[in-house]
């Protein structure tokens, strides 16, 4: 099969046929991981999985934010303690 490489806006694209990404089971939006091996274009399908929070934590050295607590002051008003 020939596809062709067109101009897509600033950069270039190719079109997937309607057949291949139904053999794929690829659908608008997935998420796909490009590479290349041994001079050839490789494109696989991403298989994505929601981390827990301590998953997400630890790619950031244990911490979930970029600092400390923040000291607001004491109480005023109605706020609920």
């Known amino acids: 099969m020939e596809i062709q490489l067109v101009k897509w806006g600033n950069g270039q694209g190719i079109r997937i046929p309607k057949l291949v990404l139904q053999e794929l089971d690829l659908k608008v939006n997935d998420t796909l991981s490009m590479e290349i091996r041994d001079g050839q274009i490789v494109i696989e399908k991403v ?35």
């Open 47 to 81: 298989k994505f999985r929601h981390r827990s929070l301590e998953e997400r934590a630890r790619v950031y050295g244990g911490k979930l934010g970029p600092c400390a607590e923040f000291d607001w002051g004491e109480p005023k008003g109605r706020e609920v303690l």
